[in-house]
């Protein structure tokens, strides 16, 4: 057997794509060799449609492979093969996979919707008293096409969209278990279609496509502007969908959305993915998306249009109910209500199964993260956001119901209206990313924030980057998503997500060149603050610089560049105090105020840097210009803002943590004043949203790895373990959402499912298990180690799957004896940096190179393999940087 193998294929960094528009779609795969030292030193990637080779070609060791076969045609499977040879030259592994693609623009498909002269308007019952009592809601629909088949096709697939949400159904059975399609786009520009397999559902005979049609993020509730609550793109939900039927004769057939098809109302009373969903199963339509239902009683739909120039191809992977969690314990609220506590604060819906409810009977379900102190749950901090579903029996023994259009954010269900059996179980949703990253160490405390900031990860990648997933807002800003990109890499595959997310940052650009707030663009239309706008910049370069994704820069650098020319246009002093939008400096920071235009200028130098950079990569004349400003940026930096003895306007620990990230003044002299603040504030942090994902890295760099431990070990308030020591189980939106002397922070801002200060992952993966790559190295090709043992761990483990293979880094320190085994994929230049005052004590289990001696840490340079070391280790006041 080769040792050398191929593995993780991707085309357009998704694992075997259907419906794909590319045209020149990137194919990349990952390398796995038990020997030490391969690698790979060349290629064959051979693409087939049919038995028809279209492309066949070879290289040297390459990361991505951009297609440049016959042009690829629309609808057609490609099934392609990578080969490789090792580091001796002999044919090695190979790995098959395959990629199809989509209409790529041939939709023959128009815009249906309910007549709007035939819409029923729903009226909640007087009962309803908690919800859905201040506004008319139109019930979802219910849409149909009958189609009879002489014979059945050789492959057949539907292609579907939606202004709203919908979810489809082939002879009475779901096409997909993906859930709250298209997704969230800035609809005013795109909207994704998806593509689905359907050959095996066909029958001879009569057939029935069926589709549920809902107001999602088109028509429903959106953002937290109460002027643009619902009717934000549209006044109502309309379908688009293409069944492609090809037979063995070479024939094709279409059905598509027309004239022909009918809907009516069902027993989705209504479905909003913020205020909740309405079933009556009273009014159950048994058998309406199978062959034999009478439909002569429902209505034509309406055409409403045929444009189909916003629809494009789904490049991101769908969200899909991931996980089921059982109700942990049965709690009773002060007015003697069921309340169902799930354990863990999750993002979705739930499952409640009733036994024995009289046909009628009204059972309310209210959801929230967290209760009060006399066991209600709290629900001010959801704001307008009425997270309430309501279902109404219809009289069976046994009856199972799901939403299926609203999602909430929450830990505890209360259960009204029925007090017989029941059960509730969590429905887990998010953007089904593949998990790349583990990490584990011996302090139970960290090992829980670990699983806290997973866990907001989780819940709040649902189609778009959100910010919280409870309240009436939900919005993808963009500062929240920049500073934690890097942890979010390190768990899981975040590639074509953030990619498809970049689209609408673009869009939201405004004709001046600045970036929004948020993207899709809803509510805040002014120009993006400070260190969110700038999210414009720093996500395609962190895209590089983590996945090698060469295009999305090449996509991006013009609206990169005009962003920082409107900055400096604004600004010619290049101190940033004009056209900073909402300026909301150091998001939520903590007994602190960082100068907004110290926070915004240190920005300013950074997207400069920044652009220089990707226009370098990209072998752009415009690099030296931005060079140039960068570098007068930070001249003007220091002239304004920093004093003689180097103390920043301000004097946070942000200012500081700025400082040396960004490069603007020299490190030795900012880092004294990062360290005496630490102290000032008895080594507490301060920082907030922007300041803190460089909190620890930054003090790692100085040669203060033992104070970034003493942070992260903090228990006391405010500190990331305060809320773990609390109960947590996400990362809270402020260092405050709750303290035992105030209790609840202000409800109109306290989120407790919130990444931003979870951005410490990064350097659990990073500073801890030290697993992290050179500076001018992109996708991992050169791999540093640099475990740090340190704080009150004696040991840790990361596993990360780096876009060229697995990277493996654990330590542990036992009796003075430090032991370090790292994985290092094929073909990557790595070094691994040894902390240890003896490198001539150093054993290995294969040969290594050492390349320097300083500073107590030994630096090797290692093949590719599986390696330890073992070396004299002993605690120092400090640890080296």
């Known amino acids: 057997m080769p040792s050398l193998s191929p593995y993780g294929l991707t085309c357009e960094f998704l694992e075997q794509p259907l419906g794909m528009d590319e045209t020149a779609p990137r194919l990349s795969w990952k390398l796995r060799s038990d020997d030490h030292g391969d690698r790979q030193t060349a290629y064959r990637l051979i693409v087939r449609a049919g038995d028809q080779v279209v492309w066949d070609t070879g290289g ?25 040879r090792d580091a001796w030259g002999a044919v090695a592994g190979r790995t098959d996979s395959w990629f ?17 002269g035939a819409q029923p308007v729903f009226e909640p019952p007087v009962e309803d008293d908690r919800s859905f009592t201040t506004r008319k809601l139109t019930a979802c629909a219910h849409l149909r096409r009958a189609f009879d088949l002489a014979e059945l096709p050789v492959r057949a697939r539907l292609h579907a969209s939606a202004r709203g949400l919908h979810r489809f159904s082939l002879n009475g059975a779901r096409v997909s278990d993906a859930e709250l399609e298209p997704g969230w786009t800035d609809y005013r520009h795109r909207i994704r279609y998806q593509s689905y397999d359907v050959t095996a559902r066909l029958q001879k005979g009569p057939n029935v496509l069926g589709a549920l049609l809902a107001d999602g993020w088109w028509s429903g509730f959106v953002g937290m502007d109460p002027r643009k609550a619902g009717k934000l793109y549209g006044d109502a939900p309309a379908l688009i969908a293409q069944l492609v039927l090809e037979f063995a004769d070479g024939s094709r057939h279409v059905i598509a959305t027309d004239e022909d098809w009918r809907e009516s109302p069902g027993p989705l009373r209504h479905s909003d993915l913020l205020m909740g969903e309405y079933y009556d199963a009273r009014a159950r339509l048994d058998g309406w998306d199978g062959p034999g239902y009478d439909d002569a009683a429902w209505t034509p739909v309406a055409v409403t249009g045929t444009d189909t120039s916003e629809l494009v191809w789904s490049r991101s992977a769908p969200v899909r109910v991931v996980e089921d969690l059982p109700t942990m314990r049965v709690l009773r609220g002060p007015g003697g209500e069921t309340i169902a506590d799930l354990g863990q604060n999750m993002v979705g819906r739930v499952r409640l199964t009733v036994h024995g409810a009289e046909r009628g009977r009204r059972i309310q379900l209210r959801h929230a993260e967290i209760l009060e102190e006399d066991g209600a749950l709290h629900l001010a901090n959801l704001r307008r956001a009425e997270a309430t579903d309501v279902y109404v029996c219809g009289g ?53 924030l670990h699983e806290n900031i997973r866990w907001g990860q ?21 500062a929240d998503a920049q500073v934690f990109l890097p942890t979010a890499a390190r768990g899981a595959d975040v590639s074509a997500f953030f990619a498809d997310w970049m689209e609408d940052v673009l869009t939201g650009q405004d004709a001046e060149g600045s970036f929004p707030d948020v993207a899709p663009l809803v509510c805040l239309t002014r120009e993006g603050a400070p260190g969110w706008g700038d999210a414009g910049v720093i996500v395609p370069w962190s895209l590089y610089r983590l996945y090698g994704d060469r295009r999305v820069l090449e996509r991006c650098l013009p609206a990169m560049a005009a962003w920082v020319d409107q900055i400096e246009r604004h600004n010619p002093d290049l101190i940033w105090r004009r056209r900073t939008g909402r300026n909301y400096g150091d998001w939520l920071q903590i007994g602190v105020d960082t100068p907004r235009d110290v926070l915004a200028t240190a920005y300013f130098a950074q997207s400069a840097t ?20 960068a570098a007068a940026i930070r001249r003007a930096f220091n002239q304004e803002f920093v004093a003689p003895d180097g103390r920043i306007h301000g ?35 301060t920082t907030g949203f922007l300041g803190v994902a460089l909190l620890c890295p930054v003090l790692t760099r100085i040669g203060r790895a033992d104070l970034a431990y003493e942070l992260l070990h903090q228990e006391t308030f405010p500190s990331w373990l305060f809320s773990v020591r609390h109960g947590a189980t996400t990362i809270w939106e402020r260092w405050d959402g709750w303290t035992p002397d105030r209790g609840f922070q202000a409800a109109t801002m ?88 003896d490198p001539e004590a150093i054993e290995s289990t294969a040969h290594v190179t050492v390349l320097e001696r300083r500073d107590g840490t030994v630096v090797c340079s290692v093949a590719s393999g599986q390696h330890r070391f073992t070396a004299p280790w002993a605690a120092h006041e400090r640890t080296t940087p």
Not at 66 to 84: I, K, Q
Not at 407 to 428: A, K, L, N, P, S
């Open 651 to 685: 004097d946070t620990q942000t200012c500081y943590l700025l400082a040396i990230e960004f490069g603007l003044m020299p490190a030795e002299v900012a880092a004294e004043h990062l360290v005496r603040d630490i102290a000032a504030h008895d080594g507490h942090l």
């Open 458 to 478: 989780r819940g709040n990648f649902v189609s778009v980057p959100t910010d919280c997933p409870q309240r009436d807002e939900r919005l993808g800003w963009l």
């Open 396 to 448: 069976d023994p046994v009856e199972v119901y799901e939403p299926a259009f609203t999602v909430h954010g929450f830990r505890y269900v209360e259960i009204t209206g029925f007090d017989g059996r029941i059960e509730v179980t969590g429905r887990v949703l998010q953007s089904e990313l593949p998990w790349t990253g583990e990490f584990s160490c011996d302090d139970p405390l960290v090992n829980k």
């Open 610 to 629: 920044l652009v220089a950079e990707a226009a370098r990569i990209l072998g752009r004349p415009e690099a030296e210009r931005y060079e140039q400003l």
């Open 100 to 116: 199809e693609t989509g209409l790529m623009g041939g939709w023959r498909a128009a815009w249906i919707a309910r007549d709007d």
């Open 750 to 837: 306290n989120s407790f499912n919130h990444y931003s200060l979870g951005a410490i992952g990064d350097w659990l993966y990073g500073g801890v298990a030290g697993i992290g790559q050179t500076a001018d190295s992109s996708a991992y090709a050169g791999l540093v180690i640099r475990p740090r043992p340190g704080g009150k761990l004696t040991r840790a483990r990361a596993v990360q799957e780096t876009a060229r293979g697995r990277v493996e880094s654990a330590w542990s320190v036992t009796d003075g004896v430090l032991t370090v085994d790292v994985l290092i994929p094929p073909g990557t230049d790595a070094t691994v940096h040894l902390p240890t005052g």
């Open 60 to 84: 040297a060791g390459e990361h991505q492979v951009v297609y440049e076969g016959a042009p690829l045609r629309p609808s057609t499977r490609y099934d392609w093969s990578v080969e490789v």
